[in-house]
């Protein structure tokens, strides 16, 4: 049966359908989406519980742990983690990600509402929200101005800014980062409280009761009706300052006559700076599954209206878009693209020496892939730099089976068959070889698309690209390839001295490939035994190369976290930080430092910096190079510490870290696990090639702790809850009213004033007014001649006093910053950055001999650990990718066999899968290179078109030996003659599919950094298998023919395999 002959006759059939492919294709083209990687959004939930006033061991134990039962039994829940500091709770969950983030949020709510009996009364609504850890912010911009004070700034940031910005298409979350929004803070003074013998609860009811925007209803008149209003709202300190709070005397007792009211802003220890001067930073999201470059050019698109809405000389700045980077590296797989099709083209011009029949061959590469765009957009897919990558790589490849059919058509014209005769005769000939190859290439690539997890999601779409670009080349080789040479083909070759020298070196190989061949199939033994020896060779190599996950690249940016010890005052901290900012903006590599202190929900003694980098062409090192120069500078620095990281590609986690590899310490006894972890860390901090190294525990938070006598208290007449509430008014910054704006709602907050409430001593002083009621309900401030300082009195209104020290002990003590619990059970994260040189692999094999050595014995029995993020999936991979490799390779087996009806000529043919993952290994060791999760899939690759050559042989000799011609009885002469026949195309499709590759192995241009291990394994494993598939697959070919022919003779089992092909 000739498959390719209904092609070949009608002319105009076939010349409809390829154009209607390439019409298809050409159209979907312009429609696919442009992005930098396939989407990999991770179910991710938040839920942020708010109590103020609570300290962190209360948020852990009354909010955390209740919450983190509840969700413990969630489905598809992967992992789980919180952090309780003052005032809050933040729990993530990221579930696997095949769960539907929307039907996961709905189950989190669901499980909070039937926690809600378990929680404290007081405990603010909970926010639960989706977000992905992955999705870093895609787009930094800057608001700032000389001029403007930094609260209408923030105002116009919110108002203006943000809310234009979310109205483009595929803009997810904007962040408004050192925020100064507008507050009005009242502070009392005590001497003057103390003096009126008021109480702060009597400021609180008087603000509340005099600031007011409570509805006055509707009155019905007979002929129309009117809304009542009440003008009882407070706007602007000047107003609070004259709010009368009490009469005593008949005379009113106002604000100002008992502290002052300032026009401020709700956070004093927030600040962003950029290059020095104080800002206003914006942070845009993506949406789940937006196209990112998309995003970014609407974004940038809406900025000059903008611009030209900024009052006075605010200016609007982008300081970082992911966009450009996305954009540099697509078009650069572009690019090289192009480069592999010219290269391609080339070496089948200088093989063929026919400008029609190059032509011929050549049109299956732009219709293939203009095809496969076609699928592509039906599929959902988009131009990012795996799907172009899978392209790219294709271009080599995907004129194998036009090559092999237009190779053996040009054999018969030349042995003088005529155009159409040929292309019948040679498309019969060769159709079930090019069936073979196209079928088991394509299997090659299922494992991939049906596996789970992040690798599937992220190597799924280049499976399935480079599956269809193959089946589709594998069509119109067997249609378009032999009706056009059927009309066209001539068998006239081209001039030149290139060609002609190209002949003789081609001429000169084939005569000493035959006489090589004919001595390697005299030594049989010797090679099975090379074969051997490179199998065992295989494993070596593997065992020395650097493993490593997601590729780093290159974006120009850098990611800076810093920390100061606990309890820093802001305004050191600020100094600590711009003498950082100072050195990096030293550095003549660094563009433009976005400094940021108290937002994003870090922590008070942190901090986070944005360094952006001058381009590639203007700059003399690398992101990495920058860190580690800047590291050696900043290093001492004493009193705050400084890491810095490329970010990767896709950041994994729900763990906070800054560093780029993370190790989790559990255990159920939370003061043997903090006892234990500097321990541990030290022991991190020791080993060769670590570097950043810290935890995040954080236990010497300066505290005063207030222990109240309960039994004395009481009959005093004193609560806790009193004497909670007395503390919060005084030191909290309590929010005790709302000022309704046009757009926004403001803070009214309260609080002593800045010298009293830096008095460590004040605290001693405080006294309560006893009373017949538990409770306190009023405060009062009286002056003192204690010698140790202020003397505050609280009081309540015509009861004695009681001294805060006559119920309660007040001393001076240290605390956690932060709990955090991963699982539900408490733990500390350490985290750690790797010196230049130290591959994933080996970094987490270090970590993971040490703690192997450490936890479950001696003082760390109880504690036990797991690594998270990144170190955590590449652990994973570690496991599944040998496993998905065997399954490959035991796939295009099973597709061999029932091809070829028999259960060993597939043995044969695969037997050059080893030479190629011996050179693809090597190969990364020489130049240097990682296996990573891009090389690994250039072994998988590898898998399917190195066995290629195998299947041109084989399924050759299969031919002659059944031909029914004596001389090609003898399996090795038959094999002899069918390697030697093939060499020429085998050759041919060899050479394309390794310059195909070169231009992704040579590795240029943004984003190159990932691509180039895959390029230099399938090099590597192409050219070594190249060079010994040619002897090894003819030997173990022979070698098989006599054992089942020996077997045959004895009578044995051996002659139960059928030694039949399909027709």
Known sequence: MNISAIFIRRIVMTSVLILALVLFGGMSFFKLPVSELPSVDFPT???????????????????????????????????????????????????????????????????????????????????????????????????????????????????????????????????????????????????????????????????????????????????????????????????????????????????????????????????????????????????????????????????????????????????????????????????????????????????????????????????????????????????????????????????????????????????????????????????????????????????????????????????????????????????????????????????????????????????????????????????????????????????????????????????????????????????????????????????SVLSVIGSDGTLGNSGRLLIGLKPLSDRKGSADDVIQEVRAKTDRIEGITLTMRNPPAIDMGPTASSGSLQYVLQSTDQKALYAQSDAILQKVKALDGIQDAQRDLQIKNPEIRVNLHREQAASLGVTAAGLQDTLQSAYGGRKISTIYGDTDQYEVLLQVEPGAQADLNALDALSFNGSQTPGITAIGTQTSNSSSGTASVLTQAGGPMVPLRAVADVATDVGPVAINHYMSLPAVTLSMNLAPGLSLGDATTRVGQLMANTLGKGDATAITGTFAGSAQAFENSMKTLPMLLLITVLLIYGVLAILYENALHPLTILTSLPLAGFGAILMLVIFQQELNLFSFVGLILLVGLVKKNGIMMVDYALELERSGDERWADPRAAMTEAANVRFRPIMMTTLAAILGTLPIALGIGAGAEARRPLGIAVVGGLIFSQALTLYLTPAFHIAMARWIAKRKARGGSGDAQAETAPA
């Open 45 to 591: 939930i938040t839920v942020n519980m708010s109590l103020p006033g609570a300290n962190p061991e209360t948020m852990a134990a009354a909010v955390a742990t209740p919450l983190e039962r509840q969700f413990s039994g969630l489905q598809g829940l992967d992992t789980m983690s919180s952090t309780s500091s003052t005032g809050s709770t933040r729990i993530v969950l990221q579930f696997d990600l095949d769960r539907n983030v929307d039907s996961a949020a709905q189950d989190v709510q669901n499980a909070v509402s039937q926690a809600a009996g378990l929680l404290p009364r007081e405990i603010d609504p909970a926010e639960v929200s989706k977000e992905d850890p992955s999705a870093a912010p895609i787009m930094h911009l800057v608001l700032r101005s000389k001029t403007i004070a930094l609260p209408t700034l923030n105002q116009f940031a919110k108002d203006r800014v943000a809310l234009r910005l979310a109205s483009v298409p595929g803009a997810g979350q904007i962040d408004v980062n050192g925020s100064q929004k507008y507050a009005v803070r009242l502070f009392v003074n005590p001497h003057s409280l103390a003096a009126r013998r008021l109480g702060f609860d009597q400021v609180v009811s008087a603000v509340q009761a005099g600031n007011s925007n409570a509805p006055a209803g509707t009155l019905m008149g007979k002929a129309r009706s009117y809304t009542v209003k009440a003008d009882g709202q407070l706007k602007t300190a000047a107003d609070f300052n004259k709010l009368v709070i009490v009469y005593k005397d008949g005379a009113p007792v106002r604000f100002q006559d008992i502290g002052h009211a300032e026009d401020s802003v709700e956070n004093l220890t927030t600040s962003a700076y950029v290059n020095g001067q104080r800002a206003i930073e914006i942070n845009i999201h993506r949406q789940p599954g937006a196209n990112t470059l998309a995003v970014t050019q609407g974004i940038q698109q809406a900025l000059p209206g903008i611009r030209a809405q900024l009052p006075g000389d605010a200016q609007l700045d982008v300081l970082y878009d992911r966009g450009d980077y996305i954009g540099s590296s697509v078009e650069d797989v572009e690019w090289t693209l192009v480069g592999s099709l010219v290269l391609v083209v080339g070496v089948i011009l200088l093989f063929l020496r026919s400008w029609m029949a190059t032509l011929i061959v050549a049109l299956v590469l732009p219709t293939s892939l203009i095809g496969t765009f076609g699928v592509m957009h039906l599929l959902g897919y988009s131009l990012d730099n795996i799907s172009l990558l899978a392209l790219t790589l294709s271009v080599g490849f995907v004129v194998d089976d036009a090559i092999v059919v237009i190779e053996n058509i040009v054999r018969h014209r030349e042995e003088g068959a005529g155009r159409m005769e040929a292309a019948l005769a040679a498309s019969k000939e060769i159709g079930f070889t090019v069936l073979s190859m196209t079928i088991s290439l394509s299997a090659v690539f299922l494992p991939i698309v049906f596996m789970g997890g992040l690798v599937g999601r992220l190597f799924a779409e280049f499976g399935m690209v480079i599956a269809i670009t193959v089946i589709l080349s594998g069509v119109i080789s067997l249609s378009l390839t032999p009706m056009l040479a059927s009309r066209w083909l001539d068998t006239k070759k081209s001039n030149g001295w290139v060609f002609e020298r190209f002949d003789r070196v081609i001429a000169a190989s084939e005569r000493g490939y035959a006489r090589s061949l004919e001595w390697s199939t005299g030594h049989i033994g010797l090679m099975i035994l090379i074969g051997a020896a490179t199998l065992f060779g295989t494993v070596g190599v593997y065992q020395i190369v650097e493993k490593g996950f997601i590729p780093k690249v290159d974006s120009g940016k850098i990611d800076g976290d810093t920390r100061v010890p606990e309890g820093m005052a802001y305004a050191d901290f600020v100094k600590k930080q711009n003498e950082v900012v100072k050195i990096i903006q030293a550095d003549p590599n660094v563009a």
